[in-house]
T-cell receptor
Framework: NAGVTQTPKFQVLKTGQSMTLQCAQD?????MSWYRQDPGMGLRLIHY???????DQGEVPNGYNVSRSTTEDFPLRLLSAAPSQTSVYFCASSNRERLNTEAFFGQGTRLTVV | DAKTTQPPSMDCAEGRAANLPCNHSTISGNEYVYWYRQIHSQGPQYIIHGLKNNETNEMASLIITEDRKSSTLILPHATLRDTAVYYCIVRVAGKYGGSQGNLIFGKGTKLSVKP
């Protein structure tokens, strides 16, 4: 039972490079989201999606793009990486329909931009 | 902004109960109290949630005051593996169409369980 899978686990980028952080879930969850976590801080919401074809911005969306073409996948794209985007990124999913909805998180992608 | 207030850190002796408080004085009638924890920078892990009644599961108990303005997460017999940052979050549960379903994290309480 894979749950939420994030790849890669670690990544080093140079300023200005682009990359895509992958997130996949096998629980048929409609709701998916991306968070970033900086040292000593809680998680901050970047973007979220309530279903395939629907995305919206969270608290800190600048510098990031998302798309949701399938229920399973929710990639996060950095178009031109900046040192301020050095962080740990977490993807989460949850069942939109259930009343008692808990979120499942991936193990994170640790990104360093130099 | 997060709608909850938690102490930044707490200590607990191994084998004793850990009682983690949370204030949520502006909670709405349709908002639930959720608790998550994050062990050593892993992805957050769901613990428990409740609306107004006390709740218990295999991990913890959740005590919510009658006025719902505060709650306490209880780990009945803390172990070293319970050392983590604990987050108290309030949000609407159930079917949702937009931002009301989002989890808004504060800084949480860093619980240190000591031998």
């Amino acid at each position: 039972n894979a749950g939420v899978t994030q790849t890669p686990k670690f990544q080093v980028l140079k300023t200005g490079q682009s990359m895509t952080l992958q997130c996949a879930q096998d629980m048929n969850h409609e709701y998916m989201s991306w968070y970033r976590q900086d040292p000593g801080m809680g998680l901050r919401l970047i973007h979220y999606s309530v279903g395939a074809g629907i995305t919206d911005q969270g608290e800190v969306p600048n510098g990031y793009n998302v798309s949701r073409s399938t229920t399973e996948d929710f990639p996060l794209r950095l178009l031109s990486a900046a040192p301020s985007q050095t962080s740990v990124y977490f993807c989460a999913s949850s069942n939109r329909e259930r009343l008692n909805t808990e979120a499942f998180f991936g193990q994170g992608t640790r990104l360093t931009v130099v | 902004d997060a709608k909850t207030t938690q102490p930044p850190s707490m200590d607990c002796a191994e084998g004793r109960a850990a009682n983690l408080p949370c204030n949520h004085s502006t909670i709405s009638g349709n908002e639930y109290v959720y608790w998550y924890r994050q062990i050593h920078s892993q992805g957050p892990q769901y613990i428990i949630h409740g609306l107004k009644n006390n709740e218990t599961n295999e991990m913890a108990s959740l005590i919510i005051t009658e006025d719902r303005k505060s709650s306490t997460l209880i780990l009945p017999h803390a172990t070293l593996r319970d050392t983590a940052v604990y987050y108290c979050i309030v949000r609407v549960a159930g079917k949702y169409g937009g931002s009301q379903g989002n989890l808004i994290f504060g800084k949480g309480t860093k619980l240190s369980v000591k031998p």
